[in-house]
């Protein structure tokens, strides 16, 4: 029943090597996040995007980058990969801003 | 500079038992909070919401409550049940402006039998 899927679920990859993560929904929503979490920190904000081509930075967007093309897809890109980004990331959607939440089931990548 | 805290990582409960579950945070804009809910390897779940204008919510065996003049609320869950082990996150949102949701650092509730 899962109107939010995300790819790969876990990946392990190189330092300095570029990876993508990606989002998919089927709920027709307009606003989608990219979160890390970290022990200690909690969830993160990344990105986020609240239409089509339309992106902005959240707390922690350093060192990554995403696009949306189609309203059903978000993709993040870790440009060069570093330790510092092992993480689960967890994309969510939301028919309205800042509120009413689905995550997908989360993305472990560590970087080696 | 954590907006949201939950200052108590881990919680441990005897099943039937309450389980009171604590969230400080600092901005007096926040309008609305929520709780989630995390099991291993899945997503965070939406738990139960309440908003700035009111002290109160419950839904079945969960009630929020809200102390406004202590920026302080929790979550309490009566009877606890193995089952409610899991990671819960609080999160706080403004109604205006862009600042997005503000997620809390989460604590584990482990209820044993």
Redesign the interface.
């Known amino acids: 029943d899962a109107g939010i899927t995300q790819s790969p679920r876990h990946k392990v990859t190189e330092t300095g090597t570029p990876v993508t993560l990606r989002c998919h929904q089927t709920e027709n929503h307009r606003y989608m996040y990219w979160y890390r979490q970290d022990p200690g920190h909690g969830l993160r904000l990344i990105h986020y995007s609240y239409g089509v081509k339309d992106t902005d930075k959240g707390e922690v967007s350093d060192g990554y980058s995403v696009s949306r093309s189609k309203t059903e897809d978000f993709l993040l890109t870790l440009e060069s990969a570093t330790s510092s980004q092992t993480s689960v990331y967890f994309c969510a959607i939301s028919a309205v801003l800042n509120y009413g939440y689905t995550f997908g089931s989360g993305t472990r990548l560590t970087v080696v | 500079d954590q907006q949201?805290k939950?200052n108590s990582p881990s919680l441990s409960v005897q099943e039937g038992r309450i389980s009171i579950l604590n969230c400080d945070y600092t901005n007096s804009m926040f309008d609305?909070f929520l709780w989630?809910k995390k099991y291993p390897?899945?997503?965070?779940?939406?738990l139960i919401s309440i908003s700035s204008i009111k002290d109160k919510n419950e839904d079945g065996r969960f009630t929020v409550f809200l102390n406004k003049s202590a920026k302080h609320l929790s979550l309490h869950i009566v009877p606890s049940q193995p089952g409610d082990s899991a990671v819960y996150?609080c999160?706080a949102?403004?109604n205006t402006g862009?600042?997005?949701?503000v997620?809390?650092?989460?604590t584990r509730l482990l209820v044993s039998p």
Do not use: D
């Open positions: 949201v939950q609305y989630y390897a899945e997503g965070p779940t939406f996150f999160a949102g403004m862009f600042q997005k949701l997620f809390g650092t989460g």
